[in-house]
């Protein structure tokens, strides 16, 4: 009974924390408005104590989800990614519908005229106010980190619906996976970024599954389909693709090589079927389709330009410099967790035991140089984006934490200097400045 009574309270406890740090993110804000264009930002102000320094593309999303049909624009920079637009927008209606019982908000939908030149107008559409959208997208992020700390949790065997899971250190040490730069600036910011973290947490996840044939067939083509409606999310699922078809490759191939590449060409058309049908779509409208990345940032075509022009050595240098700096970026901004990993195993952990073998350390190991290889292809370099590196390092470290655990030396002396420590990282996450991109 007083196991029960203590586990229900470290569950409330480690919500309330989660929530209240998400909360706290909302005083500024951050960035003082002489810097906002240097910093990719736009602020706005709730009251004199709470505000947000919003990312410069975070307005362009909402209007996206306002009205949707943006997205048909023959040069709407969101045409390959309307998942998210599209989740928006049907999140809003209901809210619209109870604010508007109460008399909120009745004056939308509204077009309004907007000068963009001197001779040339525009009609603005809104289905919904701008708060009810910036609601729903927060809503949807907070669903979004539920779902990476409910993935997180499987990894090691625990689940966020069992009380007494919150008594295991591995589920305290998950809760960095929501303390982190990327939600720092994008949880209360419109975008989709926080799906480089749910990316890393789906995939490590099931690249254990099929490392440890803990998955079968039908299971697998539901998990690439679900990749397939991902992929209209966010472009980074590519990156799950990826490992997963190679994990499942190399676990099967041996047995029977045939059914396993037919299989493998299966998941790929289910993979690719949602996003083919999305393109097809906007081809009959357009007869084209806005490949932004391809068009203004020349990403992965650059490599392949080089490659064609037979200039291996300065397409493998630039690969190294994007990787280099992508990589660096992310020890930049994570050096102080990683000295504290290594702090606590030098001076309370014996024997340690560590094999990178292991299904765990191999999937995110695995999972940390793919990641990198894509967006050092892709060319697109932003702290934010390697900030996402935290998923694989952080697995590991607790990986070898809780294999350790028993080797710990002064457990409660840890467990009081880590948490010390802990408070005195989330006090200085919630009131620093940037990064921002």
């Known amino acids: 009974m007083k196991s029960n009574f203590i586990s229900k309270k470290l569950f409330y406890l480690f919500w309330t924390l989660i929530i209240t740090y998400l909360l706290l993110l909302l005083i500024g804000p951050r960035v003082p408005d002489n810097l906002q264009k240097e910093y990719c930002v736009r602020n706005f102000e709730i009251n004199s ?114 009380f007494r899971d919150y008594q295991q250190i591995t589920a305290w040490l998950l809760i960095f996976l929501v303390f982190n730069n990327i939600t720092n600036q994008f949880f209360w910011s419109p975008s989709t970024k926080l799906f480089n973290l749910l990316c890393g947490v789906f995939t490590i996840k099931y690249i254990i599954r099929i490392v440890e044939e803990k998955i079968n067939h039908r299971e697998l083509l539901i998990i690439f389909l679900v990749l397939g409606v991902s992929l209209l999310f966010y472009g980074v699922f590519i990156v799950s693709y990826s490992c997963l078809l190679f994990f499942y490759f190399f676990k099967n191939y041996k047995e029977d090589p045939l059914r396993s590449l037919s299989y493998i060409l299966m998941f790929s058309v289910i993979f690719i079927s949602p996003f083919l049908i999305w393109y097809a779509y906007i081809q009959s409208i357009n007869s084209d389709f806005y490949f932004q990345v391809f068009r203004e940032h020349n990403s992965v075509i650059w490599f392949i330009d080089l490659i064609l022009k037979k200039e291996f050595g300065n397409a493998m240098l630039k690969f190294y410099d994007n990787s280099s700096f992508f990589i660096s970026g992310f020890i930049k901004q994570y050096w102080f967790l990683i000295l504290l990993f290594f702090t606590n195993i030098s001076i309370f952990f014996k024997n340690i035991n560590f094999s990178i073998k292991n299904s765990v350390v191999l999937a995110s190991l695995f999972y940390f140089f793919i990641y990198t290889i894509f967006f050092s292809l892709v060319g697109y370099l932003p702290l934010n984006i390697s900030a996402g590196l935290i998923v694989p390092i952080l697995i590991i470290f607790i990986f070898i934490i809780k294999q350790n655990y028993k080797n710990c030396l002064r457990k409660k002396t840890f467990i009081i200097t880590n948490a010390f420590t802990f408070f005195v990282f989330c006090i200085w996450s919630i009131q620093k400045f940037g990064p921002y991109s």
Not at 85 to 102: A, E, M, N, Q, R
Not at 127 to 142: D, G, M, Q, T
């Open 49 to 162: 104590y709470l505000g947000h320094s919003m990312n410069c593309d975070s307005a362009d999303w909402m209007l996206n989800a306002s009205d949707p049909s943006r997205l048909l624009d023959e040069e709407s920079i969101r045409q390959p990614r309307p998942g998210l637009i599209t989740t928006v927008h049907i999140v809003t209606y209901p809210l619209d519908f109870i604010f508007k019982i109460f008399g909120f908000f009745g004056d939308y939908p509204k077009k309004t005229e907007i000068n963009l030149n001197y001779d040339q107008t525009e009609i603005l559409y809104e289905k919904f106010h701008p708060r009810l959208i910036y609601l729903s997208y927060a809503l949807v992020n907070f669903f979004i980190i539920i779902l990476i700390l409910k993935l997180a949790f499987e990894i090691f065997n625990l689940s966020i619906f069992n």
